[in-house]
């Protein structure tokens, strides 16, 4: 099996779209949280440039590197764009199927950028040396799990 099919590569893929997820959506304030203290928003270039040093990323890779941030960019950039058009519209408006809707397609835009992620993130992968992958393994993967509950 080459190594960009194996699960833990897909893993890998899969957690670098959640690192390229809305941001947009994630830095809106939660009310019930209003009391903790506000900590600035990861900037997608600060993101970019994290996941970058993380991966250890070669001279040799920054041009497959490249279409991986440009891929994190865009999918930032479409989902800031949908959620400036959901904020648009008044509240008053919206009844629970256009809620759901508005739903659907932001999970059709969120899988529409993994689908991108995912061929430029094997372009990237399958260029990285074996020892990087594991790098790469272990860097998206325990990302991916930090949100996570844990069974115990």
């Known amino acids: 099996m080459p190594a960009f099919t194996s699960p833990r590569a897909l893993a890998a893929v899969a957690l670098a779209a959640a690192l390229a997820g809305p941001l947009a959506v994630q830095a809106q304030p939660v009310h019930h949280y209003a009391h903790r203290a506000a900590v600035a928003p990861e900037t997608v270039e600060q993101r970019i440039a994290r996941l970058h040093a993380s991966l250890m990323i070669t001279p040799d890779e920054e041009t497959a590197w490249s279409g991986v941030a440009d891929v994190i960019r865009a999918n930032d950039a479409a989902m800031r764009k949908m959620v400036a058009v959901r904020n648009a519209e ?38 990285m040396p074996v020892a990087q992958q594991h790098v790469a393994d272990h860097v998206l993967i325990r990302f991916r799990r930090k949100g996570l509950p844990t069974n115990s």
Do not use: C, M, W
Request: charged content about 25%; proline content about 3%.
């Open 90 to 127: 008044p509240a008053s408006d919206i009844n629970a199927i256009d809620d759901l809707q508005n739903y659907e397609r932001f999970n059709r835009a969120h899988l529409d950028g993994l689908k991108d992620l995912i061929v430029s993130f094997q372009t990237l992968y399958s260029a």
